[in-house]
T-cell receptor, first 115, second 112 residues
Framework: DAEITQSPRHKITETGRQVTLACHQT?????MFWYRQDLGHGLRLIHY???????NKGEVSDGYSVSRSNTEDLPLTLESAASSQTSVYFC??????????????FGEGSRLTVL | GEDVEQSLFLSVREGDSSVINCTYT??????LYWYKQEPGAGLQLLTY?????DMKQDQRLTVLLNKKDKHLSLRIADTQTGDSAIYFC????????????FGKGTMLLVSP
């Protein structure tokens, strides 16, 4: 079955370290997204991509970067982790025509703690 | 910028109806969505409504749309304990094709 997987599911790191969260989908979806979920803020868009070599900044992109070298993967990198980046991170994907139904398929989330 | 607004918490008894409300921002939104997040999981699309509709019914779910007031509601009939989850309202982000702007989510707690 097609799916979207995130790794690691849980990570603890220290302030200043570089961290990469992986996202892999097997639906061959062109669109991929990274959101963070925080109490009191809901879901906020970090970065998104409409296809290979395409990346775009979302609402809260500062301190994060992504790259899209193939259809299946959109890794999220925290260049220098800060305590404010402690959060649960969700990767999602959708088909190119997905805006008509807005169906995003979400991974199970990666809980990141920055000490 | 403006936010998609939702009440944060709703508690109901099993068998009652639940109504979750949302106020969205973009009057030109073509589709509006409800997503459900169960504990420890990602979000899943629950239902959606096209902007030229006032109501959509899908089994126990009824979505009502008031475009004049930019108000969206989700009614769950005969609420079950398995409906306990966080429910997110979402609209297509004004700034991005295929991107969604989510509300903060409403936590629904169903007690026996």
């Amino acid at each position: 079955d097609a799916e979207i997987t995130q790794s690691p599911r849980h990570k603890i790191t220290e302030t200043g370290r570089q961290v990469t969260l992986a996202c892999h989908q097997t639906w061959n979806h062109n669109n991929m997204f990274w959101y963070r979920q925080d109490l009191g803020h809901g879901l906020r868009l970090i970065h998104y991509s409409y296809g290979v070599q395409d990346t775009n900044k979302g609402e809260v992109s500062d301190g994060y970067s992504v790259s899209r070298s193939n259809t299946e993967d959109l890794p999220l990198t925290l260049e220098s982790a800060a305590s404010s980046q402690t959060s649960v991170y969700f990767c999602a994907s959708s088909e190119s025509s997905g805006f008509l139904t807005g169906e995003l398929f979400f991974g199970e989330g990666s809980r990141l703690t920055v000490l | 910028g403006e936010d998609v607004e939702q009440s944060l918490f709703l508690s109901v008894r099993e068998g009652d109806s639940s109504v979750i409300n949302c106020t969205y921002t973009d009057s030109s939104s073509t589709y509006l969505y409800w997503y459900k997040q169960e504990p420890g999981a990602g979000l899943q699309l629950l239902t959606y409504i096209f902007s030229n509709m006032d109501m959509k019914q899908d089994q126990r779910l009824t979505v009502l749309l008031n475009k004049k007031d930019k108000h969206l509601s989700l009614r769950i009939a005969d609420t079950q304990t398995g409906d306990s989850a966080i429910y997110f309202c979402a609209e297509v982000a004004p700034s991005g094709y295929s991107t969604l702007t989510f509300g903060k989510g409403t936590m629904l707690l169903v007690s026996p």
